[in-house]
């Protein structure tokens, strides 16, 4: 946490800030927040980001300045600043929460960070589970489909008797074998309707029905 005055010089810091910063604490109090977490962006411009328009600009400075211009807390934004540690670079992500405060009169903010790094990233390895196993599914499901198209025609072939007369023994153990392929190919079908359902390209159309008349 960051205790920040309306000058925006940090007054009071905590011991994880000093850890995130890696800077000691006489290196910290009187400097800017964004200065005083050691971001190599703070000098660039006003509002210590980048004007690329990308995901990880940082935009503390401009937070603290808004919540002291209106007087409400701004909570849960994530930001990622540029910071160097001991003049190794890296970008943690990390949520942010400002508060306004009055202390001897004077206007001050609370700022608390909680580094998120480590639940961002594995948020998104589970996106990139989810999307090698939705890649998985269609491309096995599709790979099934092929065999399973030749193996219903050659027991429709065979069933119709184009390959030749067959007895009722084989007519029977080949209809089993037909409906089973086509069990077969409607699982597989409704793999598929799944799996396009999850990622969000089937159209679902909603008809009101009476329950007696589907009975």
């Given amino acids: 946490m960051l205790l920040v005055n309306e000058q925006m010089a940090v007054v009071r810091a905590n011991e994880t800030i000093r ?3 890696g800077r000691d604490y006489r290196e910290i109090i009187g400097r800017g927040p964004c200065e005083a ?10 509002d210590c980001r ?4 990308k995901d990880d600009e940082c935009s ?3 937070m603290i300045q808004t919540s002291f211009e209106s007087g409400k807390p701004i909570r849960g934004l994530e930001i990622r600043p540029l910071l160097s540690d001991n003049g190794e670079v890296h970008t943690p992500w990390l949520l942010v929460s400002v508060e306004p405060v009055s202390i001897d009169s004077g206007k001050h903010v609370v ?8 639940r961002k990233r594995a948020d998104e390895e589970l996106r990139e589970a989810v999307e090698m196993k939705s890649q998985f599914v269609s491309t096995i499901s599709h790979e099934l489909r092929t065999p399973l198209t030749s193996m219903r025609e050659a027991v429709t072939i065979v069933l119709s008797g184009e390959a030749g007369r067959i007895n ?7 209809e089993i074998a037909k409906r089973n392929i086509e069990r077969l190919g409607r699982l597989i079908n409704d793999v598929l ?3 396009r359902l999850d990622a969000g390209k089937m159209t679902v159309s909603y008809t009101h029905l009476r329950a007696h008349e589907t009975v």
């Fill in 19 to 21: 850890h995130i910063s």
């Fill in 37 to 46: 977490l050691s971001c190599l962006r703070y000098g660039d411009a006003p």
């Fill in 50 to 53: 980048t004007d690329s328009g």
């Fill in 60 to 62: 503390l400075y401009t």
């Fill in 111 to 118: 700022v608390a960070i909680d580094d998120i790094t480590d």
């Fill in 168 to 174: 009722k023994d084989q007519v029977h153990f080949l």
């Fill in 193 to 195: 309707d799944f799996q």
